[in-house]
């Protein structure tokens, strides 16, 4: 621990033990220490020493970065939920003087843009993906797929073989509301390598499409971790998760001319309001190459 983190790092251990005199539930304090040890980290490293120096231009440069790096909404919004618990703290035990988190209203909040993978970097993946064997022909029909269609990572966890038809190129996605999505050639011969390979493997549950080495669907924290895995080995900048390989699908449909109802279509999308803010965001600079 450097100098000028034993301030802030003094403050997360008093409001460790706060917490815990106060009856806090262990997982419960757990989250609420890893995102303020996160948010601690950059402090450090933009010079800030202590909690009373941050303002609320430091807080939005840091959910900016969150941003960036590929984090979802929700778990941004989750660390300003814990910072603001947080400053409550501070507050009340004399620590600072203001609140940083209570300046930031809706309006003054960074929109938080849909932070996608380029083409380019999206066509890396199914050659970086990890493992041997059965197990990498899994990932890399599971990542090609991802690519191919955009889908969410429960989809994946989800998807059955009769959801495939490979000879046509298509898949059918989600459960309420299912979709059809086209496959391309990549995604087609992958996952017909890794089926055929899978069929010499002992498995548990054949309905799965993506099954583990227990035969065992694949679980959406495994898949989490194979897609940020394959990101890191094709060298890809910020952390790689479906939901920004998702993001890039929507950007590449875009920037092949495709209309937004086409695009709401294949994302899965209930509102088109939803689908609207890729274009926007490319308007606003982000993915600027999506516009025509």
């Known amino acids: 621990m450097n100098k000028g983190s034993d301030a802030l790092q003094a403050s997360l251990v008093s409001y460790q033990e706060w917490l815990t005199k106060k009856g806090g539930a262990k997982l419960t304090i757990a989250s609420y220490l890893t995102d303020l040890r996160d948010t601690a980290a950059y402090l450090t490293s933009r010079g800030v020493t202590n909690w009373q120096q941050v303002d609320r231009a430091t807080l939005t440069a840091y959910l900016q970065s969150l941003n960036d790096k590929g984090r979802r909404t929700t778990t941004i919004q989750r660390r300003i939920s814990s910072l603001r618990r947080f400053y409550a703290y501070l507050q009340v035990t004399g620590q600072v003087n203001h609140d940083p988190v209570a300046l930031l209203k809706a309006k003054q909040t960074p929109r938080l843009a849909p932070v996608g993978l380029t083409p380019q970097e999206a066509d890396l993946l199914p050659d970086h ?4 064997g059965v197990a990498r022909e899994r990932n890399r029909a599971l990542v090609a797929l991802l690519v191919a269609t955009g889908a969410r990572a429960n989809e994946l966890r989800d998807l059955q073989t009769g959801d495939l038809d490979l000879e046509l190129g298509v898949v059918y996605l989600g459960q309420s509301s299912r979709r059809l999505v086209p496959l391309n050639e990549q995604a087609q011969t992958y996952l017909t390598t890794y089926l055929t390979a899978r069929a010499d493997q002992s498995a548990t549950d054949e309905g799965y499409v993506f099954l583990n080495n227990r035969g065992q669907p694949l679980s959406r ?4 971790e194979i897609v940020n895995a394959t990101g890191q080995r094709a060298n890809i900048e910020g952390a790689v998760t479906p939901q920004r390989v998702r993001d890039g699908f929507a950007y590449r449909l875009l920037a092949h001319g495709a209309d937004l109802s086409l695009v709401q279509q294949l994302m899965g999308h209930q509102s088109i309001l ?7 965001q490319a308007k606003e600079g982000h993915h600027a190459d999506c516009l025509p």
């Open 221 to 224: 924290q495994s898949i989490w």
């Open 129 to 132: 993906v990890p493992g041997k």
């Open 274 to 280: 939803t689908t609207q803010v890729y274009l926007e």
